[in-house]
């Protein structure tokens, strides 16, 4: 079956460090690829996507690609700031059915 | 638009008592989501209805826990009788009918946590 498979955390950065968090999958298919966002006390957001393999998702200054060869969905920023801290999850798509997510990865930027 | 609506957003409550928590999807949406997140567990989907009827109810933890929707605008969970194991926060999501651009995206409430004493 589908399954997404993401950094243990927590990872804590200084501001403006360079981040990444790793995401690997196992899908049939041609799956979409999310990153969802969580902030303290809220739920979870939708930051990027991407619907098919070498796409890009871009948003707030973070990229992930969808890369085939390698099944993966790493999250990148250049610059963290603290506003970023947060729980980070990969998912993906199969089609009917929910999305299926990993466990998260909690993020701590310190000034 | 209002985006998924949840009520209440904190709920208290004693063992043994019962427990209805609401949803309100986004217009449109047919696909609703039920998840609880814990800091031991993590986000698990409890269940999940397209156009109002129930799809796969296989992570409802126990028969205390059930799940309806009248209607394409509205769905509750109910925990009865409600234990302290069930505190946790619990996520509603919605998603728009299969096919088409931007079909697969999910859109989560605020949540609601639970707390039972």
């Known amino acids: 079956g589908n399954s997404v498979t993401q950094m243990e955390g927590p990872v804590t950065l200084s501001e403006e460090a360079f981040l990444t968090i790793n995401c690997t999958y196992t899908?049939?298919?041609?799956?979409?690829l999310f990153w969802y966002v969580q902030y303290p006390g809220e739920g979870l957001q939708l930051l990027l996507k991407?619907?098919?393999?070498?796409d890009k998702g871009s948003n707030k200054g973070f990229e992930a690609t969808y890369r085939k060869e390698t099944t993966s969905f790493h999250l990148e920023k250049g610059s963290v700031q603290v506003s970023d801290s947060a729980v980070y999850f990969c998912?993906?798509?199969?089609?009917?059915?929910?999305?299926?997510f990993g466990k998260g990865t909690r993020l701590s930027v310190i000034a | 638009d209002a985006g998924v609506i949840q009520s209440p957003r904190h709920e208290v409550t004693e063992m043994g008592q019962e427990v209805t928590l609401r949803c309100k999807p986004i217009?449109?949406?047919?696909?609703l989501f039920w998840y609880r997140q814990t800091m031991m567990r993590g986000l698990e989907l409890l269940i999940y209805?397209?156009?109002?009827?129930?799809?796969?109810d296989s992570g409802m933890p126990e028969d205390r826990f059930s799940a309806k929707m009248p209607n394409a605008s509205f769905s509750t969970l109910k925990i009865q009788p409600s234990e302290p194991r069930d505190s946790a926060v619990y996520f509603c999501?919605?998603?728009?009918?299969?096919?088409?651009?931007?079909?697969?995206?999910?859109?989560f409430g605020p949540g609601t946590r639970l707390t039972v004493l």
């Open positions: 999501a919605s998603r728009k009918p299969s096919g088409g651009y931007g079909t697969d995206t999910q859109y």
């Open positions: 998912a993906l798509s199969g089609g009917n059915t929910p999305l299926v």
């Open positions: 209805f397209n156009n109002n009827v129930p799809i796969d």
């Open positions: 991407a619907t098919k393999a070498d």
């Open positions: 217009s449109g949406h047919d696909y």
């Open positions: 899908a049939t298919g041609y799956p979409s």
